[in-house]
Structure formats: structure tokens, C-alpha cells
């Protein structure tokens, strides 16, 4: 199911680091409307089920930590082609690998510390998208 939105979510290193208006401003300069968004924080169950697809992997534990261990903002993205145009955006997940100007590679420190999440679908980022938000909260 094609859809014009992603979810997207800046992660604590780039909260605690002050990026959060920075990468916002790369999102609307890439053309992205946001229609929600809101600082939250994870608790370990919410971490958990979000990262549920990595749970046998080695990083779980550590990338659960991670994720609770300071607020996140949590947004919905719409554009068309959204999540595909995202991703680009967002650059590869090993920031010493991502494109020069993307904002993995403008803000994130390591693998595990990269600043912002992407869905990688537009299935998943449906579920992700109601994952941390209300109907009422999307615009």
C-alpha cells in the first residue's frame, strides 16, 4: 500500500545535543509537510515494542537503552513519495557511510547514536505512525 507519509523519529543524542530545530529545518527544506509531532520519552516497554523486529539481534538490549534514555520527537511526515524520499534524506545508517548534507552525516556520532530514525516502509510506517499517535493527533 503506497501512502505520501513516513514517520520519523529524532532520537535522544540529537535532543540532548540540540538538533531537534535544526533537523526540523532540513525536513521542511527537503519539502516534507509535518502533520504531528510531539516530544515525548519511551518507557522500556514502549522501546521494546517499537524494536520488537530486533529483539534476537545483539543490539537490542544496548539500542533499548539507547532509546530510553532521554526524550524523542516523534513526527509524521507527508510528501509524496515520502518514505523513499526520506530515507535519502536521512542517509545511511552508519553515519561514516551516509552522503555528505544528509543529516545522519551532519548529526550522528555512531551506528547506534544516529540522530534520527526513519520508517523504511509504507507499511511500517503506518504502524509506526500509530504506534505514537492518536488519530486526533494527526493532521
Known sequence: MKTNRT?????????????????LAKINEAGFKIVALKMTQMSKRDAQLF?????????????????????????????????????????????????????????????QNNAIHGSDSDENAMIESYFHFATREMF
Open 7 to 23: 514517520f520519523t523519529m529524532i532520537k535522544p543524542d540529537a535532543v540532548e545535543n540540540g538538533y531537534i530545530g535544526a533537523i
Open 51 to 111: 524494536y520488537a523486529v530486533h529483539a534476537q539481534r545483539p543490539f537490542f538490549s544496548s539500542l533499548v537503552d539507547f532509546m530510553v534514555s532521554g526524550p524523542i520527537v516523534a513526527a509524521i511526515l507527508e510528501k509524496e513519495n515520502a518514505v523513499e524520499d526520506f530515507r535519502k534524506l536521512i542517509g545511511a545508517t552508519n553515519p561514516a557511510d551516509a552522503e555528505d548534507g544528509t543529516i545522519r552525516k551532519l548529526f550522528a556520532a555512531s551506528i
